[in-house]
């Protein structure tokens, strides 16, 4: 089965810098990555997926990029604010399988 | 917004104890799922539930586990005779298609057992 592992398990950067979070996959099929976003408390959210047949998504500071043949993909924050602190997690599916989840990485932005 | 909700929030039993997690999903989703995450690890997939039946589940997913809509609304998951290392917390999640779609998370129930 698929195996997503994730990195850092903890990223601590100031306000306004950039925050790059990386998961790899093992399964090539995969073709489906979304990213969640936890705050302290609350329920997992969608903030922004990929598809196989893009390289990058942007979505306002909210980006992801894909490396299909490395089988790697990327979630960049740019002018990080504390709001932005939370757990993220990396996910890959494909077809109708269930998504794979990483490990999750605990992003702080300090003021 | 229509929001998947799960109680308990956090529940503590001693074990060998019966217990059960409640979710109610959206309600025009028509596919269930229980997560688990045991403290600092990821986030696994127990089972998935689609028109009233198991349509997969993982290996963690043993005997002691099973799930159930006992009504319209209601998604439960039991889990019979609980062991230390079942403590962790547990998310029902619902969506309204099978695969390549967002997962609507439930808050999540802590279960720790002692």
């Known amino acids: 089965g698929e195996n997503v592992e994730q990195h850092p398990s903890t990223l601590s950067v100031q306000e306004g810098d950039s925050a790059v979070i990386k998961c790899t996959y093992s399964d090539s099929a995969s073709n489906y990555f979304p990213w969640y976003k936890q705050e302290l408390g609350k329920r997992p959210q969608l903030i922004i997926d990929i598809r196989s047949n893009v390289g990058e998504k942007k979505d306002q500071r909210i980006a992801v990029t894909l490396n299909k043949t490395a089988k790697h993909f990327s979630l960049h924050i740019t002018e990080t604010q504390p709001e932005d602190s939370a757990v993220y997690f990396c996910?890959?599916?494909?077809?109708?399988?269930?998504?794979?989840f990483g490990r999750g990485t605990s992003l702080i932005v300090h003021p | 917004e229509p929001e998947v909700t799960q109680t308990p929030s956090h529940q503590v039993t001693q074990m060998g104890q019966e217990v059960i997690l409640r979710c109610v999903p959206i309600?025009?989703?028509?596919?269930f799922y229980w997560y688990r995450q045991i403290l600092g690890q990821k986030v696994e997939f127990l089972v998935s539930?689609?028109?009233?039946?198991?349509?997969?589940k993982s290996e963690i997913f043993d005997d002691q586990f099973s799930v159930e809509r006992p009504d319209g609304s209601n998604f439960t998951l039991k889990i019979r005779s609980t062991k230390l290392e079942d403590s962790a917390m547990y998310f029902c999640?619902?969506?309204?298609?099978?695969?390549?779609?967002?997962?609507?998370f439930g808050e999540g129930s802590r279960l720790t057992v002692l």
């Open positions: 539930f689609y028109n009233n039946e198991i349509s997969e």
């Open positions: 999640a619902s969506s309204p298609l099978a695969g390549e779609v967002e997962l609507f």
């Open positions: 996910a890959a599916s494909r077809g109708s399988y269930i998504p794979t």
């Open positions: 309600s025009n989703h028509l596919y």
